[in-house]
Every structure is written in structure tokens, then in C-alpha cells.
């Protein structure tokens, strides 16, 4: 009996590299077309696909496979486009939105929850480029650099400011990045309030940081779940911090 999984373009470029953990890797053959088992494939809340719970078998005629070779993203195609190149070489697109259906070991809730999350961000292909913008100092007299930074996941892109202290001479680092924008977020996500979320980090309310800034993590926290999808957002959130 074989099993297959649903992969999302960016999914299946980074399922087919050579350095994806074992249990996130394609194995090596395309099972169904993602479009012959609708009734499998859910949306979440953000229009996310979310992948069947359990897995399939393929029967009869749908049963034929084919071998892939490598996963790239496609040139002159659109925005998160991904080309498939099988060993018959002939190729498949799969664009944003479409899935690709693949056999390969299925991984449980409980298996992610081991992965570091370094582990995963490398596994589900999420990059990050950076510009230096600005040096300057706060009104603390906090010196630091800014940096604008594009955070990109299975063709959609998410950009935002950082800053980093004048010592710190490296330019952001892609799990370091995330970690610190997803908790960052998470937790003005999580509070009740602003007051709740203020009081925080500190009991006295003319110490509090202002609303605006509360307000700019949530705007955060629900850009970054219509970039990663809420699932991937959360465990991220609750992954081990290895960088």
C-alpha cells in the first residue's frame, strides 16, 4: 500500500532538495492529481490549503506514477509557479494555489513537534533577504542599524523594518528573523488587550509602551499567517529556538 501527501509549490522545491530532513522529502514518484481527490482537500481560515488528515491509496487507472527527477522554481512563469521535471523528461507546472501529489512518507503532528525550528523553516523552503537602510539612535540613546527585511514563503512575500544594535555587525539571519517577529507578534497576538499586553513588561502604566506599537504586532501576527498560513505560524511559535 503506498501513501501520498499534498505538497504547495514552495512545499515541493523544498521537498525535492538534497538537504531536506528524511521525513519531509519526496520520495521519488507523483502519485493522484491534487485535483482528482477534492473531498480530501480543506481550506483553513486564511485560504490556506490544509493537507487530508490521513493519508490515500491510489486504485485502478488513477494507480500511475511517474518519476521525479528535481523540483525548481519555474522561469518565465508567474510568482510562485513550480516546474517539475520528471525522468520521461517531461514536466508538469504547478502554480500558486495548485498542489502537487506525491508518495513520500507521512509525518504526524507529533513528529513536527520535535523539529527544531531551524529544521523546519529549512524543510518548507522559506527564505529571507535584507537592505540596510539606516543608522541611527533612538531617543534612549540606543544605537542601531535598520534593515528592511522580505521574508518569502511559496510565492508571497512579507516586509518588514528590524533593527540591530551597532555592535552587531552581521545582517539578519533568516531563523534569528523569524523567531523574533513570530514571538514577537504572538504575543501581542495572544494578550486579552492592550492594557494586558502592556502590563507585561511592566506594572507601572507610565512605563507602558504605546498602543500603537501593540497594535503593530497584531497587524504583524496576521500578516504572517496570511504568508505562512495560520498552522505553520503556530508551530513555529511553539518550535524549539536552535539558532
Known amino acids: 500500500?503506498?501513501?501520498?501527501?499534498?505538497?504547495?509549490?514552495?512545499?515541493?522545491?523544498?521537498?525535492?532538495?538534497?538537504?531536506?530532513?528524511?521525513?519531509?522529502?519526496?520520495?521519488?514518484?507523483?502519485?493522484?492529481?491534487?485535483?482528482r481527490i477534492p473531498h480530501y482537500t480543506t481550506q483553513t481560515a486564511a485560504g490556506n490549503t490544509r493537507k487530508p488528515e490521513q493519508p490515500w491509496v491510489a486504485h485502478g487507472h488513477l494507480d500511475k506514477f511517474k518519476e521525479i527527477a528535481?523540483?525548481?522554481?519555474?522561469?518565465?512563469?508567474?510568482?510562485?509557479?513550480?516546474?517539475?521535471?520528471?525522468?520521461d523528461d517531461s514536466t508538469d507546472l504547478i502554480k500558486r494555489g495548485e498542489l502537487l501529489c506525491v508518495e513520500?512518507?507521512?509525518?504526524?503532528?507529533d513528529e513536527d513537534e520535535d523539529r527544531t525550528l531551524s529544521e523546519l523553516i529549512t524543510a518548507d523552503g522559506v527564505t529571507l533577504t535584507s537592505q540596510h537602510i539606516a543608522t541611527g539612535t533612538d531617543a534612549?540613546?540606543?544605537?542601531?542599524?535598520?534593515y528592511r527585511v522580505t521574508i518569502a514563503y511559496d510565492g508571497r512575500t512579507y516586509t518588514q523594518t528590524v533593527l540591530h544594535?551597532?555592535?552587531?555587525?552581521?545582517?539578519?539571519?533568516?531563523?534569528?528573523?523569524?523567531h523574533m517577529l513570530v514571538s514577537q507578534s504572538m504575543t501581542a497576538l495572544a494578550a486579552d488587550s492592550y492594557e494586558d499586553w502592556a502590563s507585561d513588561f511592566s506594572s507601572d502604566p507610565a512605563d507602558w509602551m504605546p498602543e500603537k506599537t501593540y497594535t503593530d504586532n497584531v497587524q504583524m501576527a496576521k500578516d504572517l499567517m496570511m504568508l505562512l498560513g495560520t498552522e505553520r505560524y503556530e508551530r513555529y511559535a511553539k518550535a524549539d529556538h536552535d539558532a
Open 1 to 35: 500500500m503506498s501513501t501520498f501527501d499534498t505538497l504547495t509549490p514552495g512545499e515541493a522545491v523544498a521537498a525535492a532538495r538534497d538537504d531536506a530532513p528524511e521525513y519531509k522529502r519526496i520520495t521519488g514518484l507523483k502519485g493522484l492529481a491534487a485535483d
Open 70 to 87: 528535481r523540483v525548481e522554481w519555474a522561469k518565465d512563469a508567474d510568482p510562485g509557479t513550480a516546474e517539475v521535471f520528471y525522468a
Open 104 to 109: 513520500r512518507p507521512i509525518t504526524t503532528a
Open 140 to 146: 534612549d540613546g540606543w544605537a542601531h542599524h535598520e
Open 165 to 178: 544594535g551597532i555592535g552587531n555587525k552581521e545582517a539578519p539571519e533568516l531563523v534569528e528573523t523569524v
